[in-house]
């Protein structure tokens, strides 16, 4: 009954956040699209900084970082600890509705906390959380940001987040070498942020993408140290072994989460591309181009990416 009322909830919350952008759109009808776009990614961050204040931890990170397969690592680890129901996917508080024991986890891509509170150079409003920064090489990150916005994004995802006109003939060098929001240079400037700001945050944890990839159970084991969740080893293990990538894939297939929403759910079953797991290889950039566009890739990583993140 629990679940059954969380799930209620969390469609209620949905429809309603929906409801408000669709009253805002009737209310500035006949204005811009830059005056409406502008005061949309506002309402966005309202939301957001309200769920960022009652979060006991945050999770940010730039889109297709991996924040879904670690979503559903510690949903899995929490289902075994407390005995959850299955297939449950971890939100904001829900877990923590069925058992008080389990923190209020934010996820956020930190898209729009600025353009509500107006501060575009810091990161002021997550100073005294909790704070897990999940980073990707951002070469891997754009490509498969290429593949989001080709076969996977919403409608209305595109505009405000500054992606190409659906259907634009860009190519993939051209995409992740350019100047839009799913970009090489994106993915670096907003890494490059949260390292300047590192030091302010009163608890910062880096967990790189490929570090997790290598040695999931040593980095999950020190994530829950930082999250200060009592797990014994058989439940460490339990959630690495759920969230390996081939039983991913098959959860996705199955449409097994789909109660959450569509983060889990392929846009075409037919389309390789279109599924939210896709290849989750460390280094697959380089299968897209030619030595002379990956030496150019490199140099401009090698430019732009603090030393922080380690990629070379």
Known sequence: MKLWLQNLRQAMQTARKKLSRRI?????????????????RKLRGVEQFDKLQKADIVVVSFGK??????????????????????????????????????????????????????????????????????????????????????????PTKVAINNYPPMGTDVSLFDFITGDNGGSMRAVSDYLNLWANESDRVSHFHLLRYEDLRAEP?????????????????????????????????????????????????????????????????????????????VAAIDAHLADTLDPLFQYK
């Open 65 to 154: 970082s991996g924040r879904t397969w670690l979503r559903v690592m510690i949903s899995h680890l929490f289902r075994v600890m407390y005995k959850l129901p299955e297939n449950a996917l971890l939100g904001f508080d829900n877990f923590h509705n069925l058992n008080r024991a389990v923190p209020k986890i934010f996820f956020t891509h930190d898209n729009y906390i600025k353009d509500f509170t107006g501060d575009f150079t810091s990161k002021k409003p997550f100073y005294n959380k909790r704070v897990i920064l999940l980073a990707r090489d951002p070469r891997d990150v754009a490509v498969s940001q290429f593949f989001q916005w080709k076969f996977r994004i919403k």
């Open 217 to 293: 159970h040593r980095e999950l084991r020190q994530l829950l140290e930082f999250m200060q969740v009592d797990a014994s080893e058989e439940h460490v293990n339990a959630a690495v072994e759920y969230s390996a990538y081939e039983n991913m894939k098959k959860m996705e297939s199955k449409q097994q989460f789909r109660l959450a929403g569509g983060r889990m759910m392929p846009r075409d079953k037919d389309n390789p591309n279109s599924y939210k797991v896709r290849r989750a290889k460390v280094g697959g950039y380089r299968d897209y181009f030619s030595d002379e566009e």
């Open 24 to 40: 805002l759109h009737w209310r500035m009808r006949g204005q811009s699209e830059a005056e409406i776009l502008k005061a949309e």
